[in-house]
C-alpha cells in the first residue's frame, strides 16, 4: 500500500461518524467533519474595536470542500455558520475557523 493511499484510508476512518466525524453541511452538499465548537464571543478584529461573534473551527476532507472561502455557509446540528478563514490546507485536510452571531462592538 503506497503512502498516499494508507493517509486516505486513515482520513477516511478518523472522519467517520464512529470516530470523531460529525456530518455538517457545507455550502450546501453534505460532508464529514471533525467540529471544535468554541463559542466564546471572541474579538475578531484583535483590538477593541471591529466585531464580536462565536466561533468554532472544522476540519474537512480536501477532497470533499475542494475550495473554503469566506463567508461560506456551513451547517452544524441546523445552526449556519460561516467561514471566517481557511488556516491551512495540509496533509489532505482543510482546517477552517468558523464563525456566527456577528454583533458589532459599541
Known sequence: MAFSDAQTTDLATVMSTDYFG???TYAGSSV???VDRGEN???VSGGTEGARNAEARIWVR???VSAP???DAVVIDSV???VLRVVSGAGGMWTID???DERPVI
Do not use: G, K, M, N
Request: hydrophobic share 45%.
Open 32 to 34: 464529514p467533519a471533525i
Open 41 to 43: 464571543l471572541a474579538d
Open 69 to 71: 472561502a469566506y463567508r
Open 80 to 82: 449556519t455558520w460561516y
Open 62 to 64: 480536501t477532497s470533499d
Open 98 to 100: 468558523l464563525f456566527r
Open 22 to 24: 460529525e456530518t455538517v
